[in-house]
């Protein structure tokens, strides 16, 4: 993978841990940020068929360097271009395992 590639700016949003408020519910904590450079490809309509994700929804595949440490999970969110998206699913780039790859889908409506 050339490194080159990898020129969109993507925001990683992980939300808070939740706490107990006290009077039996629950408060979510302010959540963490990371900003990562991605390579972005919007997905087929043929590929979210293959990935099961519903048509008539935008949905993009992110590239980024592998961080270690750092587990992604369906929990996160990822802002791209003012959008919040939603994580599908996380998978190590079997071609490179310094990278991964996240599919993620956001609602036209």
Same mark, same amino acid.
């Not at 706490?19 to 450079?37: K, N, R």
């Given at each position: 993978?050339?490194?080159?590639?990898?020129?969109?700016?993507?925001?990683?949003? #992980? +939300?808070?841990?939740?706490? +107990?408020?006290?009077?039996?519910?629950?408060?979510?904590?302010?959540? #963490?940020? @990371?900003?990562?450079?991605?390579?972005?490809?919007?997905?087929?309509?043929?590929?979210?068929?293959?990935?099961?994700?519903?048509?008539?929804?935008?949905?993009?595949?992110?590239?980024?360097?592998?961080? #270690?440490?750092?587990?992604?999970?369906?929990?996160?969110?990822?802002?791209?271009?003012?959008?919040?998206?939603?994580? @599908?699913?996380?998978?190590?780039?079997?071609?490179?395992?310094?990278?991964?790859?996240?599919? #993620?889908?956001?609602?036209?409506?």
């Amino acid at each position: 993978m050339n490194i080159g590639r990898l020129k969109k700016r993507i925001t990683i949003n #992980t +939300p808070g841990e939740l706490t +107990p408020d006290g009077i039996g519910g629950f408060m979510q904590a302010a959540g #963490t940020t @990371v900003d990562v450079w991605a390579s972005v490809s919007q997905l087929s309509e043929k590929e979210k068929l293959l990935y099961g994700i519903e048509i008539g929804i935008v949905a993009y595949s992110f590239l980024l360097r592998y961080e #270690t440490g750092k587990n992604f999970s369906q929990a996160e969110s990822v802002t791209f271009g003012g959008e919040t998206l939603r994580v @599908v699913s996380v998978v190590k780039d079997l071609e490179d395992r310094n990278y991964l790859k996240i599919l #993620t889908y956001g609602r036209t409506d």
